[in-house]
């Protein structure tokens, strides 16, 4: 909705299985999966010689798919946008956007406004489509504690807003600690398909490469080169995060209340390719995170024989993003006033 003005009702819309598509194609075409990523000569040989189609099959077959989610987004806010203009000078009564099928104030239809006043160059359109297109368990203890500075903030009568961020530095807390202790188990490197396992012994960051010769720390690299960040090794530094294998929020705060480590900043990459959209990212998961500590009771799952079930806590990744495998775990309104906002915010969702 924000970056396209479009609302998303179902898993076979359109935008979604595009973004489906562009992750899974990230995740097959990443650094590894072909020779040419070893020997970067084999690039010049014509994909139809004999026995060389596969060197450049993942790029063949997934590029195509990674543009789409670029490309399609864009022109169909641009198509909305000319539909304005028609209906304009035709004088055109419409009730609403939605039945004049035409662009809903946008992060891209504001940029494009903008851009078609004051011109803009092919570069900077196709910055825009990715900036645009960027734009898609703790335990008991830590779970209470979250909740009652909610409580005591908030209170019971409304959900979090992003005003409140600033008040809620406990929310933040388990925030930066998912993002450091989760986050960071990016996997961009595929050793071959013949043992898939061994490609997921790296948690590193995304592969970029060098387009000039440079000095880092008195280090030659030279241009084409092959740069991955170490993020783990950034997530689990013992001089900077002390018992670094813990999920302990804590750590973050200032003392006395804890020790003051910092935020890690490398979860989002860094230099010019940072991620565009990470402050987008970054509101959007602490909004979810401040809104189902406000209204839900997470507990764990009951079996037949009574025992609890001890959630498996392991991750899976496809595409840039790991994210927990399937658990069970039960989710309880807190109260009838929760159950009232959660039901009205699903109304909005609606309009």
């Not at 909705?1 to 359109?14: L, N, P």
């Not at 160059?121 to 779970?143: F, H, N, P, R, S």
């Not at 764990?300 to 840039?320: C, M, S």
Request: proline share 7%; hydrophobic share 40%; net charge negative.
């Amino acid at each position: 909705m924000i970056a396209y003005g479009h609302q998303v009702h179902s898993d076979d819309d359109i935008y979604v299985k595009l973004t489906a598509g562009a992750l899974h194609g990230i995740d097959e075409a990443k650094l590894g999966v072909s020779l040419v990523d070893f020997f970067p000569f084999l690039v010049h040989l014509p994909h139809w010689l004999p026995g060389c189609s596969f060197l450049t099959a993942a790029a063949r077959r997934w590029g195509p798919v990674t543009r789409e989610m670029h490309d399609y987004p864009f022109n169909d806010v641009l198509k909305q946008m000319v539909l304005i203009t028609i209906y304009a000078r035709l004088n055109f009564k419409y009730s609403s956007p939605q039945d004049a099928d035409i662009a809903r104030p946008s992060f891209l239809s504001s940029y494009l406004e903008r851009y078609k006043t004051e011109g803009a160059k092919d570069y900077d359109l196709d910055d825009l489509k990715g900036a645009a297109g960027t734009i898609l368990t703790a335990g008991a203890e830590v779970q209470r504690k979250a909740q009652a500075e909610i409580d005591q903030v908030i209170g019971p009568d409304r959900l979090p807003d992003f005003s409140d961020r600033d008040a809620l530095p406990f929310v933040e807390c388990i925030l930066q600690e998912t993002m450091r202790y989760v986050a960071t188990r990016i996997l961009p490197l595929s050793w071959g398909r013949v043992d898939r396992q061994f490609a997921y012994l790296p948690h590193l960051g995304i592969a970029h490469m060098s387009v000039d010769d440079d000095i880092y720390n008195g280090m030659f690299i030279p241009k084409g080169s092959i740069v991955i960040p170490n993020v783990m090794a950034m997530s689990r530094d013992e001089t900077m995060y002390k018992d670094a294998e813990a999920f302990y929020p804590e750590r973050f705060l200032p003392a006395p209340a804890g020790p003051g480590e910092p935020y890690l900043g490398a979860v989002f990459g860094f230099g010019r390719r940072i991620c565009p959209g990470r402050y987008f990212a970054d509101n959007g998961a602490w909004i979810v995170v401040a809104t189902v500590l406000a209204t839900f009771d997470i507990c764990k799952a009951v079996a037949k024989d009574g025992r609890a079930i001890e959630p498996d806590v392991a991750f899976t990744t496809e595409g840039l993003a790991s994210r927990p495998k399937p658990f069970e775990c039960v989710f309880r309104p807190r109260s009838e006033m929760a159950k009232k906002l959660i039901m009205q915010t699903a109304n909005l969702g609606e309009d």
